[in-house]
């Protein structure tokens, strides 16, 4: 075969493949867009909105540990506490969808958008969620020697009080705050609400005389329990909790159907692709169903709730949903 004719049969091939070589590009391109590759390649950031040492840091200190375990990169938290959470979600909604920006996102992501005035994200649509990863109850209690026994007692001295029982919670937006919320509304006894930075910081308050009662998540009152320096009266959750059973329900003591609880959730920012949401999803539950990582979660009040991605997806919106209702009926204040 000549060079003229080598020529002509090569144009001839090309023209018959143009079409399947295009087509093949186009799904090559769709496949860069869900396959991770080589990722991690370097360390990973897991962003939160609360102070060090509280519920949400040592959860997602746990997360991380797990998660690196099973990807072999680092996984460093950074902690962004301010407004509610928000500072943190924003950081997060903006950050590149490539998998080296997670969220550990509390609960109280799904209150505090609708208590301010404007946020630069949607709560759902600009997150992709991957896992929750652990539920917990949020508790009533009141320092060991203040006079209240149960919750129902607790409530009577409130009325009587006309609205100066201070009441602590970790601030303005989390699940401790619209605990308390739920609480007054259902019962129309009304609580000083005392707003404090999160951590330790509430329940110490209750224990030294600051205010009269705390709510608060187990971990953070847990050494203070059992020091006999916090006695707790009732538990947000449905039924009582497993590590305190002595401990009765908010519905059973003094608001029937009363159901609030914390969680956290492993997500990233909108677009996250498939594959790293996969790998995601596969080393996470793995870590928690480390024994070490189950009796970490028990210890501290919480238990291990893994899901998959679109489960978690459909449980935020109706998390968003649910306490954005509760903040327009309940007529309670925007912040700017």
Not at 12 to 37: E, I, M, N, Y
Not at 249 to 266: C, H, I, N, Q, Y
Request: charged share 15%; proline share 7%.
């Amino acid at each position: 075969m000549g060079g003229g004719s080598v020529l002509k049969c090569l144009r001839f091939v090309c023209a018959q493949t143009a079409r399947g070589c295009f087509a093949l590009g186009l799904l090559g391109s769709a496949v860069a867009a869900t396959v991770p590759g080589a990722w991690p390649e370097r360390p990973i950031r897991l962003v939160h909105g609360f102070v060090p040492g509280g519920n949400v840091d040592i959860t997602a200190r746990l997360m991380a540990q797990s998660l690196s375990d099973g990807l072999g990169q680092p996984v460093i938290v950074d902690t962004r506490p301010g407004a509610g959470g928000t500072v943190a979600a924003a950081l997060v909604a903006k950050a590149l969808p490539d998998g080296y920006t997670l969220f550990a996102m509390a609960s109280g992501h799904s209150i505090s958008h609708a208590l301010y005035r404007s946020v630069p994200y949607d709560p759902v649509d600009d997150f992709t969620m991957v896992s929750l990863v652990a539920s917990f109850p949020f508790v009533i209690a009141v320092a060991a020697n203040h006079p209240a026994r149960t919750l129902a007692d607790l409530m009577k001295m409130a009325k009587g009080e006309q609205g100066r029982m201070a009441l602590a919670h970790a601030g303005i937006g989390t699940g401790m705050h619209m605990t308390a919320v739920l609480l007054q509304s259902r019962t129309g006894i009304k609580f000083n609400e005392v707003p404090y930075k999160g951590g330790t910081a509430a329940p110490l308050a209750a224990v030294q005389g600051e205010v009269a009662v705390v709510f608060d998540t187990p971990a953070g009152m847990e050494a203070l329990v059992q020091a006999g320096r916090l006695r707790p009266l009732a538990v947000s959750f449905p039924q009582r909790w497993k590590n305190w059973p002595d401990v009765p329900t908010v519905a059973e003591s003094v608001s029937p159907g009363f159901d609030v609880r914390g969680w956290l959730a492993l997500a990233g920012p909108k677009g996250l692709p498939r594959g790293i949401v996969d790998r995601l999803v596969q080393t996470l539950h793995s870590g928690l169903a480390r024994p070490e990582v189950t009796d970490r979660f028990r210890q501290m009040g919480s238990g291990a709730t893994p899901t998959q991605p679109a489960e978690t997806q459909k449980f935020l919106a109706t998390e968003v949903a649910r306490w954005r209702a509760v903040i327009r009926d309940e007529r309670i204040a925007v912040a700017e």
